[in-house]
């Protein structure tokens, strides 16, 4: 039952990374790669930050407005500028994929690409229940996804900004007509796909260490997750997330952790065909002018 303590806390992570992609994919469409960024960079910011005796919360707080701004200035910097050019999707991924590759070079450059521990007293600790072990980074990560869902599903429902970003992924066009300020929502789910992505990312170095390269391979599991799950319900990407994840800990477990890869890909190839619009089976609605 060991198995059940990771598997909880893997559910957790892959939830947060799925849905900080989702948040900044439904409004604008793009495969924002250098995302994968956002999940390292806050990461090592924690890690810089208590290697200089900062407090806790403040070195928390400081990695995830890292987190922010950088999503922030791939919006203002690249993905505006390209919006509305030809080709724009195609441009926006190589773009996005090219400032990820920099990224991560020069993290690499500055820190080395050797496996780091990220630790705090606050973050350390084990607790059994009926025999089954957790550190208190895994409860803390089950907690704080929990609350982040919680919170996300009152943004989605009844906020303005969740409404807003839903009518600009149903109907742009419409929604200019409203008078939403597209570009205004958009730049807010940058910076909120942006803070969960920190907070997996910080969640995560606390459990496993912390490499130059975590974010990309972690980025790709959000994303499976999210197409898994479907791309019209906060919901069916939490389900999305507990397949993958439970997958991902089973083939671990029971074969070797270089087929989590592999099963990966399987279970999404699987998806792409027999269920494209994934668990929730919800097609993108359209409201016709």
């Known amino acids: ?125 084990k607790y059994s229940f009926s025999d089954i072990f957790y550190t208190r980074i895994q409860l803390v990560g089950l907690f704080t996804a929990a609350m982040v869902f919680g919170f996300t599903l009152f943004l989605w429902r009844r906020t303005r900004l969740g409404k807003a970003i839903r009518a600009i992924s149903e109907n742009p066009e419409l929604s200019r007509i409203f008078g939403i300020p597209k570009e205004k929502i958009i730049l807010l789910a ?6 969960y992505a920190g907070i997996a990312g910080i969640l995560i170095g606390f459990d496993t260490g912390i490499t130059p390269t975590m974010g990309f391979s972690l980025l790709l599991y959000g994303i499976v997750a999210m197409i898994i799950g479907g791309t019209e319900s906060l919901w069916g990407i939490a389900v999305g997330a507990l397949i993958l994840a439970t997958a991902q800990t089973l083939a671990a477990y029971y074969m070797d952790t270089r087929w989590t890869d592999a099963v990966t890909y399987l279970i999404l190839i699987a998806f792409l065909i027999f269920r494209p619009y994934g668990v929730s089976g919800a097609k993108i609605r359209k409201v016709e002018i």
């Open 190 to 195: 940058f910076a909120l796909g942006s803070a």
């Open 1 to 125: 039952m060991q198995i059940l303590s990771n598997l909880l806390f893997w559910w957790s992570s892959i939830f947060l990374l799925a849905l900080s992609f989702y948040i900044i994919f439904k409004p604008t469409g793009i495969f924002h790669l250098s995302h994968a960024f956002s999940i390292t960079l806050p990461a090592y910011c924690v890690y810089f930050l208590l290697g200089h005796h900062l407090p806790i919360p403040l070195a928390l707080g400081l990695a995830l407005i890292s987190a922010v701004a950088f999503g922030i200035l791939n919006e203002l910097l690249f993905y505006r500028l390209l919006r509305d050019t030809k080709d724009a999707g195609l441009k926006m991924l190589v773009l996005s994929l090219g400032v990820y590759v920099l990224c991560q070079n020069l993290l690499s450059a500055f820190f080395g690409d050797e496996i780091k521990p990220l630790s705090a007293e606050l973050f350390s600790g």
